[in-house]
């Protein structure tokens, strides 16, 4: 079963904008993880944040965790048609350590040059 | 390439044969992991192995599939009379961190369709 659950299912936007990205999941986590995938290719890891960490970044995306909401956010600034892809947040669930990640169904980005 | 590597990357097969996937993972890497993801949907976790032993496997996974590792490098996945719901990507991922999952490296996956 998945554990999270993403918002919204498709964005569209036209080059430049901002695209935001939302995560909830139902358990306690170790850590949070957000991938991108592009058309029929695997995934590729973009950012990892901890349970205790809020903010993190990495270029020009800053990935938000808040743990009392059980929500994260992924925001890609200035967006490249290059970022058209599908966006998955994946969950370390607490206490099972070393296990598996349990992806959402992911986020459907087009950016339109 | 030292990445994950997949073979094969497509497999068409006829109802009721079997099929077999290979994934070598990053060469030091000691998890290795599967999923399988159908159209529109994120990927769903199957099995993993720490080394050679298998760690877990997802209560959804039934009698026809198995998954091997041994000497803890390669693994294979293996379904037994595919049905037509088998068809998916089937994907492979390794990662090296001790404790906590960290990152996971994903393979190009391997395309089942199932006629």
């Known amino acids: 079963s998945q554990q999270g659950e993403e918002d919204p299912q498709a964005l569209s936007i036209q080059e430049g904008e901002n695209a935001t990205m939302n995560c909830s999941y139902k358990?306690?986590?170790?850590?949070l993880q957000w991938y991108r995938q592009n058309s029929g290719r695997g995934l590729v890891h973009l950012i990892l944040i901890r349970s205790n960490e809020r903010e993190k970044h990495s270029g020009r995306l800053r990935v938000t965790l808040d743990t009392s909401k059980k929500s994260s956010s992924l925001l890609i600034t200035a967006s490249r048609a290059a970022d058209t892809a599908s966006y998955f947040c994946?969950?370390?669930?607490?206490?099972?350590?070393?296990?598996?990640?349990?992806f959402g169904q992911g986020t459907e980005l087009s950016v339109k040059p | 390439d030292t990445g994950v590597s997949q073979d094969p990357r497509h497999k068409i097969t006829k109802r009721g044969q079997n099929v077999t996937f290979r994934c070598d993972p990053i060469s030091e890497h000691n998890r290795l992991y599967w999923y399988r993801q159908t159209l529109g949907q994120g990927p769903e976790f199957l099995t993993y192995?720490?080394?050679?032993?298998?760690?877990?496997k997802s209560r959804l996974l039934s009698d026809r599939f198995s998954a091997e590792r041994p000497k803890g490098s390669f693994s294979t996945l293996e379904i037994q009379r595919t049905e037509q719901g088998d068809s998916a990507m089937y994907l492979c991922?390794?990662?090296?961190?001790?404790?906590?999952?960290?990152?996971?490296?994903f393979g190009e996956g391997s395309r089942l369709t199932v006629l």
């Open positions: 192995f720490q080394n050679e032993a298998q760690l877990e």
């Open positions: 991922a390794s990662s090296a961190k001790q404790g906590n999952t960290g990152e996971l490296f």
């Open positions: 358990t306690s986590i170790n850590n």
């Open positions: 994946a969950t370390v669930v607490l206490y099972n350590q070393g296990g598996k990640l349990i």
